[in-house]
């Protein structure tokens, strides 16, 4: 090899190094996309879905046959159908999670999710599903449905208030209910008690079961929301 040959590589392999060196460094592959909670299916024309930010299922029970103890369902999701005028078209199919029950004491709610009673590990949920709502005097109704709790289903008849004419809260419709019902909690399996020396048991068989449910739909009006601005 001669020394021009010699000079030439040594220039092109420099000439090469340069422009490597200044060449843009490779963009980083962009990050995935953050995956949000999967689309809801869109609702038919009568459809409302439950607002679980504001709708519970409230239950009271006589404690040592002296006093009455206060609980709560706090996750209660499902869809309702009504058309606004006809109360025979309503119908609901309601699901609660029982893992979210609370009666404010920590020890109380571990034994009711316990084996004992609700038994969550195997029963994660209690779900009403309606088969017929008839009238039942101005603004009243009854809602005869399938219950599910505990893994057993019976069927109740849910005496309610409402629905309320519809509110237009600007990007939806809004229409919220009561119903209430009083059950035996054995029919259901949940059969835990203890007799007290005096009489009587620690805990009624009777179960007063309150459903307040806020319900809503997309009002197809509503202007598109304002773009963020700032951080």
Do not use: C
């Not at 009673?117 to 599903?129: E, G, I, Q, R, S």
Request: charged share 15%; aromatic share 6%.
């Amino acid at each position: 090899m001669t020394f021009k040959t010699l000079s030439f590589t040594t220039a092109l392999v420099l000439a090469s190094a340069v422009a490597y060196a200044q060449a843009p460094a490779p963009a980083p592959a962009a990050a995935p996309a953050p995956q949000g909670p999967p689309p809801q299916p869109a609702l038919g024309p009568n459809q409302w879905r439950i607002d679980t930010a504001h709708s519970t299922a409230a239950f009271t029970v006589t404690h040592l046959m002296v006093s009455t103890v206060h609980g709560a369902f706090g996750k209660v999701s499902g869809l309702i159908t009504y058309d606004g005028k006809d109360i025979s078209t309503l119908s609901a199919d309601v699901t609660i999670d029982a893992t979210s029950i609370s009666t404010n004491n920590e020890r109380r709610d571990a034994d009711l999710r316990s084996a004992n009673f609700f038994d969550v590990a195997n029963n994660p949920t209690l779900t009403f599903k309606s088969k017929k709502a008839t009238a039942a005097g101005a603004g009243k109704f009854k809602l005869v449905g399938d219950l599910t709790m505990h893994g057993v289903t019976k069927e109740v008849t849910l005496d309610g208030e409402g629905p309320t004419p519809a509110v237009n809260a600007g990007r939806n419709f809004v229409v919220g209910a009561t119903a209430t019902t009083t059950i035996n909690r054995s029919d259901w399996g949940l059969t835990w008690n203890r007799a007290l020396e005096a009489g009587g048991v620690t805990v009624s068989d009777a179960v007063k079961i309150t459903l307040e449910i806020e319900a809503n739909k997309p009002n197809p009006n509503a202007p598109p929301p304002a773009p963020r601005t700032g951080q």
